[in-house]
């Protein structure tokens, strides 16, 4: 990557631009103040069941394994799936991320944009809850594209980098996962960045894939300024 030709950074959105645990934990309180109704037990209770299942055992079926432990019926699962779904996201961004994007953007003279995946609704309701899109020059849900083009599809890191107005090359990738962010951006000509977001769902993935492993890798965002400084990349003002 040659920090000369660099004109625009891209950022994946959960895990990157903001920690996704806190979408999780919103969303979890909601079924679990909804199943407190119902009677079965205590909201606070059932939101950390949820989280464990979650953290400790793995995103798959976490609906599933709380009916087998509290006793409602499974036949609940895809209503509760949908009220996590639909939920109004309790989450924001760190102002230390608020403050670098000002940054790149307003004193780097950097084009900003977002390519991010999953239900198009759900990650409309996180955006405008982070309040992220004033900071930015570009959004892309991938689902506006259509399913077939979740990443590691190239199409929604080509379609970002078109609205932007420069060449994949000339862009670098944040992401947090390497076999969708890694690998998608890699695949469209992008250069790479890796966050190993401490205590992140995809922190310790590992990949045999050649393809998927980043240029660089950092373990927050806010170093990203510190490794365009030390490949040559200045202020502009």
Not at 35 to 45: A, I, K, V
Not at 76 to 94: G, N
Not at 132 to 151: H, S
Request: glycine residues 8%; contains cysteine.
């Amino acid at each position: 990557m040659k920090a000369a030709r660099i004109k625009a950074v891209i950022f994946d959105l959960d895990d990157t631009l903001y920690e996704e645990r806190q979408y999780f934990r919103s969303g979890f309180a909601v079924v679990a103040q909804t199943l407190e109704q119902r009677g079965f037990g205590s909201g606070g209770r059932i939101a950390l069941l949820l989280d464990n299942f979650h953290h400790a055992e793995g995103r798959q079926e976490v609906f599933q394994k709380l009916a087998v432990r509290l006793g409602f019926p499974e036949n609940w699962v895809p209503e509760l799936v949908e009220l996590f779904r639909s939920h109004q996201p309790a989450i924001e961004l760190a102002a230390e991320v608020r403050e670098l994007l000002v940054r790149l953007r307003d004193v780097y003279q950097l084009r900003l944009g977002c390519v991010t995946d999953g239900w198009l609704a759900v990650q409309r309701r996180k955006v405008d809850a982070l309040n992220v899109e004033p900071l930015l020059d570009v959004l892309v849900i991938a689902d506006e594209l259509g399913r077939n083009f979740w990443k590691p599809h190239p199409h929604p890191f080509h379609t970002c980098c078109t609205r932007l107005g420069v060449e994949p090359e000339e862009a670098v990738f944040v992401g947090d996962n390497p076999e969708r962010d890694i690998l998608g951006a890699r695949r469209a000509g992008l250069a790479t960045v890796r966050l190993r977001r401490p205590g992140a769902y995809f922190e310790a993935m590992e990949t045999v894939n050649a393809e998927a492993r980043p240029d660089f890798e950092i373990s927050r965002l806010t170093e990203l300024e510190r490794l365009f400084g030390r490949l040559g990349l200045s202020a502009s003002v």
